[in-house]
């Protein structure tokens, strides 16, 4: 099947609108990232979460009553995944050892209803908690920062900058997307957010390593012209990869059961905007910073003989 | 020649091709029913005779056995695994097996990895899975190092004072204020003598001479090397006290996994344990006993009001049930100076008492306790003895302001007083515990040895059998529609060479899972979805060349031309793309804990792998197909 070859899409000519929806999505997404937050699973919070099954389905309210009786009002009961299974979680507790609650707890629901059956228990100290959120946010720096000295020794630096604003970009609405509908984001969430780093990395540098091919090669056209037929020509591929990408996420997103839903969403919707990103925003960003071919043609070292890597000049 | 690989190449692929799947192979045979034997009881051998024993009886019943193996462990005892056909099998032999060894053998049930022996003799093993796919338990433990210091403070403290004692130098004080050791002089010349004297003696402790609202003082802190000694030193001492608690509380049948993470962390990862309530009772726990003489001098009451003597202190009695009635707790003056401690049991199991009901422990000391109890008792016959029970638990408070912090919180009762009917040295009994349960867990410490420093649980997870299967149902699920949805899709638009890549992609599955086993890697849940992205972004490499290779076929160049600069071309470009993947996964594998690790570990594994399939392994089924002949059309 051919049918994305030989494109003739003029990508640039609409970067004003694409930075304004671009601009105009950030802006929403930091909006509620500082006024609405994130909503921090229990690896960063704190606290504990016991996941049991019944062999029935389960009506919640006599769960709630019985916990509420065993003194465990906080408590948010919910179902996980089908009727049969049932979520606990407890905020950190006051003046009762942490790792003792979900022992307590589970001793209260075996009273109520012998049949249920341990699936999960997670508790996450107050302190671990707050590691993670620190450590968290380090990582993500510490990737962006590796990446961009990578593609500043690789490229230039201002195709450096591009593919790191593009990653911001990502980032930012993947965060804007969970924080909008009050996804819980965990650690594995967190995982899929570096993923996303890098493939819509992935993505951006095969655009620029066709931009910088071209900018060598062509002789006529301006810039804009140049980075408009690299994107032309990268184009097949990039909704190639994407798509098969898409494929397996939906397939974990599917199939993958509860524990994986939060990272499968993270990636789905990350990839779809990696893809965006890398036509628009890091290109659009290299136009801003004024590229032209003179940065990317070699220079010239008296008495260094030139390497014949340009065959095609 | 174009597109032609020399022998050497198409050699390492083949070659590659025979190790990746010996390596995979052994994660299709499944696992087979088994049984587990075990024992933590000293004097108690496992051996070919006890086999033999077993593999009688079994015979009798008409049970088969599949295959029964004798592991010789190193650190622990010997273990039996005995494998069988079916389930049904498993179970009735359980019962045969406990009936006829009797409860000082532990039969578990058991699944082993049914990797055909010639596999296992070149090294293949199935992948190992982590514990969310499994079963059983993980804890993060916090040692408490500022415990740990205070003790050897103490320890310094007491020491110093004998210190001058002993050499006759007055002082006026000494306590203990933080971390600092003050000692209060009346003179410089008593202060400049106890500084001479505790430099020699205990090399340890920094000095610095100090006057403070001017008082003449000695300040005493420890170096910092030996500070760090004293951390080292409770971690290790704690992780050799949790793996020996482990492997007494589920009798050598789990093969725990005790990491250290950091200066003051501990790793506990028990794989298929449920019973998370009997793990953490004896993990944290840190009860133990003293022994201590009961003050006949004095009296209780002036105590009471006041009057406690020098070298005395009021201790209580547990409240305990008899006959129905409670007795109430009541105070019992007790000498300071403990005649031996938990720390010089050597041995302790518990029992009933066949006279009273009740639960007692009996108790075998070492060399040292012996010596001092038979000292203790030979001159101290039909006076009292007291059994000090100890415990320190943990409890988070919660301040006005929401601000959470920890306190430890000691437990000493007095669990026994009795009257010293005779002398006795190394092996006694103790009595007055509330249940078999409480005896039982105590014998336990005591036989595991005390903990260096309190240790708490700060993380736990666990996750039940049937999740761990779940989970590993889903996770294949999902390979495995991703993988053929990817292998429907390339062959749709790239035709023959889209079959030839996915090729390429199912020798990059069967690599990435030889290397996890290779590895012994744990994989995860996250791990699985790392595989699962893997192939979604592996066919990645192909599609960069086949689109390349379709462009210089617009440009009107010749079929194998086109193959030739395609894959030259797209080579910088997937390197470049997939170093950049790397660093995000590297930084990850860095940051990222436990099941975030297995996510890192896969995603990084498939990216190399996918790497080698794409480029060169898919170049070589190309140049096998297309090379050295004429082509006039690619099916591309």
Request: with cysteine.
């Amino acid at each position: 099947m051919q049918i994305l070859t030989d494109t003739h899409i003029q990508f640039m000519q609409r970067r004003k609108l694409a930075m304004v929806i671009s601009m105009v999505l950030i802006i929403i997404s930091l909006a509620s990232l500082i006024f609405k937050g994130v909503n921090f699973g229990l690896d960063f919070t704190g606290g504990t979460v016991l996941e049991v099954g019944y062999p029935n389905s389960v009506e919640l309210e006599p769960i709630r009553k019985i916990l509420t009786k065993g003194s465990f009002e906080k408590a948010v009961v919910q179902h996980f995944g089908s009727a049969n299974e049932v979520l606990i979680r407890i905020p950190p507790k006051k003046n009762m050892s942490n790792a003792q609650i979900s022992t307590q707890l589970f001793e209260i629901l075996k009273k109520h209803d012998a049949a249920v059956e341990m699936r999960r228990v997670e508790f996450v100290g107050p302190q671990v908690g707050e590691e993670l959120t620190e450590s968290g946010g380090l990582a993500m720096l510490a990737a962006l920062g590796c990446i961009l000295i990578y593609v500043a020794l690789r490229f230039e630096y201002r195709f450096a900058l591009g593919s790191v604003a593009a990653l911001a970009h990502d980032v930012i609405m993947v965060l804007g997307l969970f924080s909008i509908f009050g996804l819980e984001f965990d650690l594995t969430v967190l995982a899929a957010v570096l993923a996303v780093i890098g493939y819509s990395l992935n993505d951006t540098i095969v655009v620029f390593d066709r931009i910088r091919e071209n900018f060598r090669k062509m002789r006529k056209g301006s810039a804009l012209e140049i980075i408009d037929s690299s994107l032309n020509q990268t184009l097949a591929r990039t909704i190639v990869t994407s798509f098969t990408t898409i494929i397996v996420l939906l397939a974990l997103f599917i199939f993958g059961g509860e524990l994986i839903h939060g990272f499968a969403t993270a990636l789905l919707f990350g990839v779809f905007i990696g893809t965006y990103s890398s036509i628009y925003v890091a290109s659009s960003v290299l136009v801003m910073m004024g590229i032209s071919k003179e940065d990317l043609t070699p220079v010239k070292k008296e008495g260094v003989e030139q390497e014949e890597v340009y065959e095609e000049v | 020649m174009l597109n032609h690989y020399p022998l050497w190449k198409n050699l390492v692929i083949l070659l590659t091709i025979i190790i990746a799947s010996i390596f995979a192979l052994p994660n299709i045979f499944g696992e087979d029913p088994a049984l587990q034997i075990a024992t933590s009881k000293r004097g108690i051998e496992i051996d070919v005779n006890t086999l033999a024993r077993i593999e009688k009886s079994l015979a009798k019943e008409n049970i088969k056995i599949n295959k029964s193996t004798l592991r010789q462990n190193t650190g622990k005892s010997n273990d039996l695994l005995i494998r069988f056909n079916n389930e049904s099998d498993q179970l009735r032999a359980k019962t045969i097996i406990q009936k006829q060894l009797g409860d000082k053998y532990a039969v578990a049930i058991n699944l082993a990895p049914a990797t055909p022996e010639w596999l296992l003799s070149l090294g293949a093993k199935p992948m190992y899975l982590g514990l969310d796919l499994r079963g059983g338990v993980y804890f993060l433990m916090q040692v408490d190092m500022e415990s740990a210091l205070s003790k050897t403070l103490k320890a310094y403290l007491s020491d110093s004072r004998q210190l001058m004692r002993k050499a006759k130098i007055r002082y006026t004080g000494a306590k203990l204020v933080d971390e600092e050791i003050l000692l209060r002089f009346k003179n410089d010349e008593d202060r400049e003598n106890a500084a001479t004297r505790i430099k020699r003696d205990l090399k340890d402790l920094l000095l610095i001479e100090k006057n403070i609202d001017n008082q003449i003082v000695l300040s005493a802190t420890i170096n910092p090397q030996k500070l760090k000694e004293i951390q080292t030193f409770a971690l290790k001492q704690n992780i050799t006290t949790l793996r020996k608690r482990i492997d007494e509380k589920f009798n050598g049948l789990v093969e725990p996994i005790i990491q250290q993470q950091g200066t003051d962390r501990i790793i506990i990862q028990l794989p298929g344990i449920q019973d998370t309530a009997g793990a953490k009772d004896i993990l944290g726990a840190t009860a133990t006993l003293e022994y201590r003489a009961v003050d006949e001098e004095h009296d209780v009451d002036a105590a009471l009001n006041g009057k406690i003597p020098v070298g005395s202190k009021i201790y209580y009695t547990r409240e305990e049930k008899l006959n129905g009635r409670l007795i109430p707790s009541r105070p019992v003056l007790l000498k300071k100076r403990m005649i031996v401690s938990g720390e010089h049991v050597t041995n302790a199991n518990a029992s009933i008492d066949p006279e009273t009901n009740g639960a007692l422990v009996s108790v075998t000391l070492d060399s040292y306790g012996g010596k001092k109890m038979d000292d203790f008792t030979k001159s101290n016959v039909g006076k009292g003895m007291a059994v000090v029970y100890l415990e320190t638990k943990r409890i988070t408070q919660t301040d006005k302001d929401g601000k959470k912090s920890f306190i430890t919180k000691t437990t000493e009762e007095v669990i026994s007083v009795a009257t010293i009917r005779g002398r006795f040295s190394t092996r006694f009994q103790t009595t007055g515990l509330d249940s078999v349960q409480e005896a039982n867990n105590l014998a336990l410490l005591l036989r595991s040895g005390a903990l260096a420093a309190p240790v708490y649980i700060i993380e736990e997870r666990t996750i039940g059998p049937s999740l761990g299967q779940d989970n590993i149902d889903k996770g294949f699920l999902s390979v495995i529609i991703g993988f053929v949805a990817v292998l429907v899709f390339m062959l749709m638009w790239y035709l023959k060479m889209g079959a030839m890549a996915n090729i390429a992609l199912a020798l990059n599955l069967v690599i990435i899972v030889a290397v996890l086993s290779m590895l012994q890697a744990t994989l995860t849940l996250p791990g699985i979805a790392g595989i699962v992205l893997t192939i979604g972004m592996a066919v990645d490499a192909n599609v960069l060349i086949f689109e390349r290779i379709r462009e210089e076929l617009r440009n009107g160049n010749t079929p194998q031309n086109s193959i030739h600069s395609g894959f030259e071309k797209a080579f910088m470009t997937i390197a470049d793309a997939n170093i950049t993947t790397l660093i995000a996964a590297f930084v990850l594998f860095v940051v990222g804990t436990g099941a975030i690790k297995g996510f890192a570990i896969t995603l990084s594994i498939g990216i190399m792998t996918s790497m080698f399939t794409a480029i060169f392994v898919c170049r070589g089924i190309v140049n096998f197909i297309y090379g050295g002949k004429k082509v006039d059309s690619l099916s591309i």
